[in-house]
């Protein structure tokens, strides 16, 4: 679990990008290739047919970045390039990463006897500088960019229930509703991660950065700057309803808690409504509170639940 602890500032500090960065969908793309996996839930038809069309001639096409990518774990983080306008101006601006931070970037990946390329690159040398722009810029133009207006679909449709939620709910009500399994549970961030860790944001606060292609969160840290926070785009499959989108981002279960307050409710009538235990509803509707979603007001042991209009616009646009 990795535990994200804000401090009175961070929460001023919250950032999210306008778009996936191009560069790092482009290496998490190559690990889709390299290590097939069904993919983040409602792409997976999407991201099958791309692999089959794109994998033949990967070696060859992706070169050094198939040892910059390993199946599981993180990545270089000079394959974050935030400021870049277009793929290959990022892939410069990874080829002129300082020699001391391509070093000890590399040092973290497993060894590998045969990669001559990657031990150069760590020394910093220019052929291999070259070689690695020249790569990562022809692997994104054959292989990215057919699936780049997608990206930037589902990107464009998350970014406008996070402002609504922000807008309506204020950061707080964004943090608890990023993600499917993610709990905000003030001061932290709680978010499934491969080990356990605890981030302290230092009143630099934090920047989120959506993902179509990232299988989990993934963490680019710099202690002089915003914690950098990769999340997957959530998206509901594509052989559900329409309303089934709320699902992909609260969660199909607290979706349907929320749902079955159009009209107000105590706790066992919702847990009757959404046919789970009280035990259940009187937890989601904690979660949904603290989101801002719903508001509860107690009448001596009796408690009823009602949407917020952040609620209301929630389910009227999911």
Known sequence: MLRIR???ADLARVTVATAPDVLLETALSVRHLVAPAPGPAGRRGELAAWRRAVAPGLAARAGVLTRLVRPTGGLPDFLYQPTARDAASAAELAARTPTPRLAAELAVLPEDPTASLTRDLAQGSPAARRRLAEDLTRYHRSSVAPLWPAVLNAAAADRALRSETLLRGGVEALLATLQPGWRWEPPDLLVPFGSSHTVELCGRGLHLVPSYLAAGALLVYDPSAPTVLVRPLP?????????????????RTRAQVLASLSTPAGTTALAERAAVSPATASEHASVLRAAGLITTVRDGSRV???????GEALLAGG
């Open 304 to 310: 009823l639940h009602a949407l917020t209009p952040l």
């Open 235 to 251: 998206v509901a499959d594509r052989a559900v309803a329409p309303g089934d989108v709320l699902g992909a981002l609260l969660g």
């Open 6 to 8: 804000f401090g009175p």
